[in-house]
């Protein structure tokens, strides 16, 4: 495995092939947690990884030097997927000063015990020399906690962009052109659909921040690292930041008795009719990860629940939470859903959530009672024609 970033930086980290939940996140492909080794007059550790890997961590950096010759610690984030092997790390280091924004320091120390640890604290713009190489540090507040930041090497004109751009994507690989793009692009897509993308306006600024920088090498805290495809992960970014539509539409559903899975196969039908990309979801076999993921980029949603007990079906009702909490922007829709004696829950209260998500709503609720007639059917197609033409627009 070439692990081999620049002459003297070298990938230290932990691939963790089995781990299938992030909170909340469903890991199809596993993850990695990228620590790199910068070899030096003083040598530093970037990042760390999960406590359960610090062993692994530590063995992967002795194989290079002495755990003595580390002078620097950098914690470019406090979350413990990458903090959680500093309490190790920093045990076995006695030299080392643990490098960190001061909103850093207090978390950490609200996580561990750090009463031992040398502290090195530093403001957005400081700088530490390595001897051939700098350390440049660079707030990137919200990407993806208050405390985050990039470290930026410029002689090697190399970024530690921490959570930024990665993936959660376990592989034998640790670059970008080792693997199909399309393979990794998407594991960068539900990475940033599934943790970041109710931060897009904070990335955009980040964005804005990096493109100041020469950059021929990226390298996040998960999955593998840009080298050969950073102009394509810009861009992609630069798309995901705004949540660009495309054209395609998305019809999810919860159902008990399948009329309102009548209700959602009309309203695919209908845009199906249309140059679009429809994609159909029922909650109780789509995980929310895939879920968002096809939500950042779409145009339109039509979103159904019959009623249960006044309010919606519960598959339904934890999709559109963890939905909500996203935020995803940029998008129109409308609700649908079948009722029995009572009209509350159900249609309504998917419109209330899609209405709380600042969803354009472009019609009143679809309501069926019990089971959908012909003229129910119909205008399910109908909206969901409406919906495919509005897509369109958004076709290249
Ligand atoms: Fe990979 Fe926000 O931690």
Not at 61 to 73: C, H, K, P, S
Not at 78 to 107: F, I, R, W, Y
Not at 135 to 146: K, R
Not at 225 to 242: E, G, N, P, T
């Amino acid at each position: 495995m070439n692990i081999t970033l620049k002459d003297g930086i070298d990938w230290v980290g932990h691939i963790d092939w089995t781990v299938r939940d992030f909170h909340g996140y469903k890991t199809e492909s596993g993850s990695t947690y990228n620590a790199y080794l910068i070899r030096d007059e003083k040598s530093a550790v970037i990042d760390a990884v999960k406590a359960p890997y610090a062993d692994k961590l530590l063995e992967h950096i002795q194989a290079l030097t002495d755990l003595e010759n580390i002078n620097y610690v950098v914690c470019n984030h406090a979350e413990p997927d990458h903090s959680g092997g500093l309490p190790g790390l920093m045990a076995a280091c006695p030299q080392a000063e643990l490098v960190c924004n001061p909103k850093c320091k207090s978390a950490l120390e609200m996580h561990y015990d750090t009463s031992a640890w040398n502290w090195h604290v530093v403001a957005d713009g400081d700088t530490i020399s390595l001897g051939k190489r700098t350390l440049s540090f660079i707030n990137t507040p919200m990407v993806h906690w208050p405390e985050s930041m990039f470290t930026y090497v410029p002689e090697d004109k190399l970024l530690f962009s921490m959570d930024a751009f990665g993936q959660h994507h376990a592989s034998a690989f640790r670059f970008d052109d080792e693997e199909p793009l399309d393979v990794i692009l998407q594991e960068a897509k539900a990475y940033y659909a599934n943790i970041v993308m109710l931060y897009g306006r904070p990335i955009a600024q980040t964005m804005a921040r990096a493109a100041e920088l020469e950059i021929e090498m990226i390298a996040p805290s998960h999955g593998v690292i840009w080298r050969s495809h950073i102009k394509d992960v810009f861009a992609a970014y630069q798309k995901w930041v705004v949540c660009k539509p495309a054209p395609k539409v998305i019809v999810l559903y919860a159902s008990m008795w399948q009329s309102t899975e009548l209700m959602a196969r009309a309203i695919l039908e209908g845009a199906q009719e249309c140059n679009v990309e429809a994609q159909f979801f029922n909650v109780d076999n789509t995980h929310s990860t895939r879920i968002v993921t096809e939500v950042l980029d779409c145009a339109a949603m039509a979103i159904g629940s019959p009623t249960l007990n006044n309010s919606l079906m519960p598959a339904m009702a934890g999709v559109l939470c963890y939905m909500s909490g996203l935020r995803p922007t940029n998008k129109q829709g409308f609700a649908f859903g079948s009722y029995g004696w009572s009209m509350r829950g159900g249609a309504s209260a998917v419109e209330s959530s899609m209405k709380e998500m600042k969803i354009e709503i472009t019609r009143d609720p679809i309501r069926a009672q019990y089971v959908p007639t012909p003229e129910v059917l119909a205008e399910c197609r109908e909206a969901g024609r409406q919906m495919g033409k509005y897509a369109e627009q958004f076709a290249d």
